[in-house]
């Protein structure tokens, strides 16, 4: 008697305990070839906790684009993309973030010649690293101080502003980068998200201008738009979100406003404008480690999924 109340009791505790498995996250690193120079270059493809474990279902996508002080070789330097943004939140500060996470990173395209001193003075060993219990300390905000001697322009410019040494560069790499990524990896295509910070905020206004089909919503962070680049983000009533610093001394928050005015003049009806008056250029520290970007992202899909 004793024996069989031993044994129900022990199958009540396995079955209490007993939780369904899921699969934790994963830090990938995929191979590409660039159409710059026919190099081999790397990305990292994060996925999320439950992944593995549910071997149907089609996940939400990130394609994050880093800022200037995170480019580099692709290779040895790939690491310098967990810096900041989604990549950081949810590998580093292990925040539950339910997307697959595509992060490239921009080549250096002469940067590092230029004296600019967060590029020369950095350090692979200064990349927060993954802990296996709790996370790191988060690094202080810049309190609104530069980090270049002087502000990005100084005067609104009359023609688009293409960066020799911008996103745009590779823009033929970001759609392959995408392509084979949705092959790979179980993608949602209905619910691909760009975002990016600073340079990468730049651009997600370009990627989202030439492509805004692919995307069903995209979030420029301390990056304003070019009024050259609005019309086809109106015409496709792309939801977009923009973010600004508003101690920004980089990219300065009065050269947001022509770009915002022109996609209300084109009747946009999908746009947030947000200044985080108190924050200086990487105020995206507080967007990319809070909830409601990831919440708004999730809140659009191009259609119904497997329609």
């Known amino acids: 008697m004793k024996l069989y109340l031993y044994l129900i009791l ?9 939780k369904e498995f899921v699969s934790t996250e994963e830090l990938n690193r995929s191979s590409y070839i660039s159409s710059l120079d026919n190099s081999e270059r790397m990305y990292y493809v994060y996925l999320p906790e439950g992944y593995h474990s549910h071997k149907t279902k089609k996940w939400p996508a990130i394609l994050f684009l880093h800022g200037d002080g ?37 080549p250096m395209f002469g940067r590092d010649t230029l004296g600019i001193t967060y590029l020369e003075n950095r350090s692979i060993s200064s990349v927060p690293k993954r802990l296996d219990d709790g996370v790191p300390k988060r690094a202080p905000y810049f309190d609104g101080h530069p980090i270049q001697s002087s502000p990005m322009v100084e005067v609104f410019p009359d023609q688009l502003p293409l960066f020799d040494d911008g996103w745009n560069r590779i823009e033929e790499d970001l759609l392959v980068i995408l392509e084979k990524t949705q092959n790979e990896f179980r993608v949602d295509s209905n619910k691909i998200y760009l975002t990016g910070l600073s340079y990468g905020g730049f651009g997600t206004w370009y990627l989202g201008s030439k492509y805004p089909e692919k995307f069903a919503a995209i979030a420029p962070v301390v990056a304003w738009g070019h009024p050259l ?79």
């Open 70 to 106: 995170e480019r580099g070789d692709g290779l040895d330097e790939l690491a310098y993309t967990r810096i900041h943004g989604p990549l950081f939140e949810a590998w580093v500060m292990k925040k539950n973030l339910p997307f697959v996470l595509i992060v490239p990173q921009l």
């Open 10 to 18: 022990l199958c009540i505790s396995f079955f209490v305990n007993c």
């Open 229 to 307: 680049i609005i019309p086809p983000i109106a015409q496709h009533n792309l939801p977009i979100w923009v973010i600004a610093g508003g101690k920004d001394l980089t990219v300065e928050k009065k050269f947001f406003y022509k770009g915002m005015a022109m996609l209300e003049s084109l009747g946009h009806t999908k746009v947030q404008f947000t200044i985080h008056e108190d924050l200086g250029h990487d105020a995206w520290k507080r967007v990319y480690s809070g909830a409601e970007l990831y919440k708004w992202f999730l809140s659009h899909s191009l259609k119904a999924a497997d329609e």
